[in-house]
Each structure stands twice: as structure tokens, then as C-alpha cells.
């Protein structure tokens, strides 16, 4: 009979030492991270600091959150794809351009001696970058044809200007008359 009271007194004694646990709740785990401590339910440890979520890992150096980040090449990027590389980055092909290994806002992007421009700002004519449209090579030079003409190989200011034998002229206010410039408008005898 003592044996089976010492058997109900253990029993009791775990029973009340359970519910006692039960009650008070178990005190939550903290496993070192860094210098201080996590609770791996609920946080992550990455590279010594402690992070709220569980979803956080490594990228290259970097700590990021899986849940809204992805590493791409060692380099985190918000989202869930990683984009095309340019170079040393990356760049969204839907608004932006890759152009020497460097990204560019915009679309629309060439070279020209060896120099990224804006195609829907500029023109490139004889390895040089100009702003604007309507640029062409003239001799060894460029010129505007909005507002510039070329003539014999020379650029003038103002359009129109044509040859009349071995030099040029502006119709509007001259006149070739057997090869040679007349100022004014004249009639011409032949």
C-alpha cells in the first residue's frame, strides 16, 4: 500500500508540476546572434543582426527578405525576378536601355564615337554628338539643314545658298551670272 501511495504522490507531483508550466508558459528560446539573442520562431539571425520574419538570408554581404527580395549575381533587387545585367547593374527593359554597359533612361539609345546618345534628342553625324535633328556631314564638318546649307564642301548661314561656278551664293539676295556673283537681284544678259 505505501508503494501505490508513493505512485499517486509522483504522479501528482508531475500532474501539478505540468499544469504549473502549462500556466505559466515555457520562457521562449534565445539563441545567440551577434551580441544578443533570437527567437527562431519568429525572427531570423542574419550576419549577427536579428531580423522580425523568418524569411531572411544571405546575398553576397547582404542580409535580404525572401519574401519580397531576390538575389541575383550577389546583388539584391526588390521583387521576384531578377532583371537584366548592364555592366555592373541592372536595368528595366521596359523603360530603360543598356548602352555601353551603362543603363540609361528611355528606350531609345545608339553609340556614336564611342558615346551613348538620346536618339530622341540628338543626332549623330561624323562621330559627333549634336542636339537636335536634321544634322549631315558637309566636307569635313556637320551642318543644320534647318538652318544652315552646304555648299562646295563649305557650310554657310542660311539655307539655300548654291554654287555659281567655283563659289557660292544666296539666291534671295544675289545672282550668278556667268559663274560670278552679282549683288543684288539682277537680270542677268547672256
Not at 94 to 121: A, F, H, I, R
Not at 133 to 152: A, E, H, P, R
Request: charged share 15%; hydrophobic share 25%; net charge negative.
Amino acid at each position: 500500500m505505501q508503494r501505490f501511495s508513493l505512485t499517486i504522490a509522483g504522479l501528482i507531483f508531475i500532474c501539478v508540476l505540468v499544469l504549473s508550466i502549462s500556466a505559466f508558459g515555457a520562457k521562449p528560446v534565445c539563441v545567440p546572434c551577434g551580441d544578443t539573442c533570437y527567437d527562431p520562431s519568429k525572427q531570423s539571425c542574419c550576419q549577427g543582426q536579428v531580423y522580425d520574419g523568418l524569411h531572411f538570408g544571405v546575398c553576397g554581404d547582404t542580409c535580404y527578405n525572401m519574401e519580397s527580395q531576390v538575389c541575383c549575381n550577389t546583388i539584391v533587387v526588390n521583387g521576384s525576378r531578377c532583371l537584366p545585367t548592364c555592366g555592373n547593374s541592372f536595368y528595366t527593359p521596359t523603360n530603360q536601355s543598356c548602352c555601353l554597359g551603362e543603363p540609361k533612361d528611355g528606350l531609345l539609345w545608339g553609340v556614336c564615337g564611342g558615346v551613348c546618345y538620346d536618339l530622341t534628342s540628338q543626332s549623330c553625324c561624323n562621330n559627333q554628338i549634336y542636339d537636335g535633328f536634321g544634322w549631315q556631314i558637309c566636307g569635313d564638318t556637320c551642318y543644320n539643314t534647318k538652318n544652315q546649307s552646304c555648299c562646295l564642301g563649305e557650310v554657310y548661314d542660311g539655307k539655300g545658298f548654291t554654287a555659281c561656278g567655283d563659289t557660292c551664293y544666296s539666291p534671295k539676295t544675289e545672282t550668278c551670272c556667268k559663274g560670278k556673283v552679282l549683288e543684288g537681284k539682277v537680270e542677268c544678259v547672256y
